[in-house]
C-alpha cells in the first residue's frame, strides 16, 4: 500500500527557509516519478517541482532558483528545499508519486500524478 507522508511545513517571514520531507513507504522511490504540488485557498492546484525515474527534474517558473527537489533512496524520503521564501509561496504543500512508463527507449512520467500525501501548510509573512 503506498503512503505518503508530509512533514516541514510552518510560517517563516518573507526570505526565509523551509525543507519540506515527504516519508515514502509501499513502493520503490527511486523508480518512480515523485513531485511537489501546493494549493492556495481559492487557487487550483500548482504543479511546484517534479523527479522523475532517471533524476531529470523540473520545476515551475516561480520557484526556479529558489527551490531543489531531492530524495534520499535509502530513507525513502522526498525532500523539497525551498530558499527565499516569499508570501506568495504560502499554500498547502503536498507530495505525490506515479509510476512511469517506458517508451521508445526512455521512462517518462504520467501528466497525472495518481497517490498523494495529506500535505503540510507552509505560510510565508511579508
Known amino acids: 500500500q503506498v503512503q505518503l507522508m508530509e512533514s516541514g511545513g510552518g510560517s517563516v517571514q518573507s526570505g526565509g527557509s523551509l525543507r519540506l520531507s515527504c516519508a515514502a513507504s509501499?513502493?520503490?522511490?527511486?523508480?518512480?516519478?515523485m513531485g511537489w504540488f501546493r494549493q492556495a485557498p481559492g487557487k487550483e492546484r500548482e504543479k511546484v517541482a517534479t523527479?522523475?525515474?532517471?533524476?531529470?527534474?523540473n520545476y515551475v517558473e516561480s520557484v526556479k532558483g529558489r527551490f531543489t527537489i531531492s530524495r534520499d533512496r535509502a530513507k525513502t524520503t522526498l525532500f523539497l528545499q525551498m530558499n527565499s521564501l516569499k508570501p506568495e509561496d504560502t499554500a498547502m504543500y503536498l507530495c505525490?508519486?506515479?509510476?512511469?512508463?517506458?517508451?521508445?527507449?526512455?521512462?517518462?512520467?504520467?501528466?497525472?500524478?495518481?497517490?498523494w500525501g495529506q500535505g503540510t501548510q507552509v505560510t510565508v509573512s511579508s
Open positions: 523527479i522523475d525515474r532517471d533524476d531529470s527534474t
Open positions: 505525490a508519486t506515479v509510476a512511469p512508463y517506458y517508451r521508445s527507449g526512455r521512462w517518462y512520467c504520467p501528466p497525472d500524478f495518481q497517490f
Open positions: 509501499g513502493f520503490a522511490v527511486n523508480w518512480y516519478c
